[in-house]
């Protein structure tokens, strides 16, 4: 009886392919050089690789300590002062993501036809087509909170009162850079916040945020007479780091990188309704929460009599923005007029 076997070097051996496509995948990502296992890095990710059941991951915050609760010149009431140790949690929830793909297989009258190799090609766009669906699940989580505290171009309070000359500018970048860091309480004299500062990703020793920018903000703040002079007198440190790869601008510790999916959110700002603006949105460490249960990977299913290979880029992820006890903790949203690209001859 003759019976269809997989060889140990065959293409369609599902272990040769899991650890290669798995590091392709990941390089093709934009996000991936913000990942890291430490809540320094922007993106938490918590790798579980089915270690442990569950489909929802919890991420914990302890809280601080009472400061005014210090005991000084020696009293001896230490008992009746002890504070209790409490904690914030979040939650990410995994979901299973497939991408599937059909071409015919070698002796089918298609792969005959064909000048390029099927199989490599039907393999090279599910892995890149799949990083990007990666990507979009993590831009999900950064846009998809409306927690978020807002900072507006200039001195607008809102879309309709935003100026055409509200742009990104290197005093707005300074002007973030420092509202993120500092937080805002609910009062000048009170300790609660409103929003808690926004902790900084730390290179060569010095404190970064992240601004994820459409390409129309970006081109604005290119064209910047103050930046312009700056960045030709000045050399940027930490260059090597990969939180600077892929970025275009960098300006008092804000690293400015464009990012596709971010457009030009309406052209109907102003108090005349024709004022074009978009969103950014500004991150520090652990801005957002990732839980990975399977590594991204190849499935293949070869039906020999039709001579279909069936291909599905897989994995099993959930991603969330770090918020506790309602509060968020690393994005700040930040909403500014640009140009039009798309408007200019």
């Keep these: ?15 040769a392919y899991e650890e290669k496509v798995y590091r392709r995948t990941q390089r093709a990502s934009f996000f991936e050089k913000f990942m890291g296992d430490s809540q320094e890095s922007m993106i938490w990710r918590r790798r579980v690789f089915n270690k442990e059941k569950g489909d929802q991951i919890y991420f914990y915050e302890l809280a601080a300590l009472d400061p005014t609760m210090v005991i000084r010149n020696g009293a001896n009431d230490l008992r009746s002062r002890a504070q209790k140790l409490s904690h914030n949690s979040m939650s ?49 989580a950064i846009t998809g909170s409306s927690a978020f505290r807002t900072v507006w171009g200039g001195d607008a309070t809102s879309t309709a009162t935003l100026a055409a000359t509200d742009t990104i500018t290197p005093e707005f970048l300074t002007r973030i850079k420092y509202k993120a860091l500092t937080g805002e309480r609910t009062s000048v004299s009170s300790n609660t916040m409103v929003y808690e500062p926004v902790k ?3 290179i060569d020793g010095m404190k970064h945020l992240v601004l994820l920018a459409p390409s129309e903000a970006c081109y604005d703040l290119e064209r910047n007479t103050e930046f312009l002079q ?12 990969p939180l600077f790869k892929g970025a275009k601008l960098v300006w008092n510790g804000v690293i400015v990188h464009p990012y596709d999916e971010l457009k ?12 074009p603006y978009c969103n950014s949105y500004l991150l520090g460490a652990s801005a957002i929460c990732a839980s990975i249960c399977n590594r991204p990977e190849i499935r293949v299913d ?32 930040c909403t500014t ?9």
Excluded at 319 to 333: D, E, L, Q
Aim: with cysteine.
């Design 337 to 345: 007029a640009c140009t039009n690209l798309y408007g200019l001859s």
């Design 92 to 140: 990410v929830t995994l979901g299973e993501v497939a991408l599937p793909a059909a071409t015919r297989t070698k002796g089918s009258i298609d792969w005959q036809r064909c000048v390029f190799d099927i199989d490599k090609e039907t393999e090279e766009a599910v892995v890149s087509t799949g990083a990007k669906a990666f990507d979009l699940d993590i831009f999900a």
């Design 1 to 15: 009886m003759a019976v269809y076997q997989i060889s140990s070097t065959d293409a369609a051996r599902k272990v």
């Design 200 to 202: 900084p990703i730390m």
């Design 302 to 333: 070869i039906d020999d009599f039709e001579k279909i290979a069936y291909y599905a880029w897989a994995s099993i992820h959930g991603f969330g923005a770090t918020i506790f006890n309602s509060i968020p903790r690393g994005i700040m949203k």
């Design 230 to 241: 700056a960045t030709r007198e000045a050399e940027v440190r930490g260059k090597d780091n």
């Design 264 to 275: 030009i959110t309406a052209l109907t700002g102003g108090t005349g309704g024709d004022v």
